[in-house]
Structures are given as structure tokens and as C-alpha cells.
């Protein structure tokens, strides 16, 4: 198979295309957010709940989030929360991309995994085309 330029020229435009798509997206984001702070308060203000304009309805969505208390750690949280017969919150676990990071850099130093790891842990290679700015 021979690399086609023609077809290497058009990856390259489209990536650029894509970054400043992205890039018009962050800024309508950012636009947005500002936008939302303002409404949620013109909407609490008037006591409207919904809103339908253009086609689409437009609502306040109130969502409920547990939150540590300031000063409690996680161990402390977990903790408590076991003590107080909810242990199906908490989990051991391993963050993979830290883990992935850790295992990049055992490569790179030609350091093999401890031996408890055999069997347990293994990596995986994926490849993908970058490009920059030239």
C-alpha cells in the first residue's frame, strides 16, 4: 500500500477544521454559562418553570448531589458511611488513567512489573494520527 499524499492533505484540513469548530464551541460555552446564571435568576424571579420559544422548551432542572462537609475527608466519609450500614457506597477501586500514566513511565524505564501484578495487569497500545500547526 503506497501513502497517499492527497489523502494525507485532506486529514490535515480536516483536523484544522475540527480544532477551530472546537474551538467556536468553547466559546459559545463560555457564552452560554453566562447566559444560564442570568436566566435561572430572571426565571426564579418570575416564577416561570418552563418556557417554549423557537421550538424548544426551555426549563429549570434541579438535581440533588452528595457533598462531603468541609474538613471531612474521604476515609472519614467512607467510614462513617459503613458505620451507618450504607457499605454499597463505598468501593476500592484505581483511577486507570493514573494507573496508565504509572505503567508509561515503568516502560519507559525498562522496569517490569512487580510480580504480584503478573496476571492481573496488562497494557495495550493504541495508535492514532496527530497533527500540528506547521
Not at 463560555?30 to 424548544?56: M, N, S, W
Not at 474521604?74 to 476500592?92: I, N, P, R, T, Y
Request: a negative charge; aromatic letters at 8%.
Amino acid at each position: 500500500m503506497s501513502l497517499d499524499t492527497d489523502k494525507v492533505a485532506l486529514y490535515t484540513r480536516l483536523r484544522a477544521q475540527i480544532k477551530a469548530a472546537e474551538a467556536d464551541v468553547e466559546e459559545w460555552k463560555i457564552e452560554a454559562a453566562a447566559l444560564e446564571t442570568e436566566l435561572l435568576e430572571a426565571f426564579a424571579e418570575a416564577g416561570v418553570p418552563r418556557l417554549t420559544i423557537d421550538g424548544r422548551t426551555v426549563y429549570v432542572h434541579r438535581q440533588l448531589w452528595a457533598k462531603r462537609e468541609e474538613g471531612v475527608d474521604m476515609a472519614q466519609a467512607c467510614k462513617a458511611l459503613v458505620s451507618a450500614g450504607f457499605d454499597q457506597f463505598v468501593s476500592e477501586s484505581y483511577n486507570s488513567n493514573t494507573l496508565s500514566a504509572w505503567m508509561r513511565e515503568m516502560e519507559k524505564s525498562d522496569t517490569p512489573l512487580p510480580p504480584e501484578l503478573d496476571g492481573v495487569l496488562t497494557s495495550t497500545e493504541k495508535f492514532s494520527l496527530r497533527s500540528t500547526k506547521a
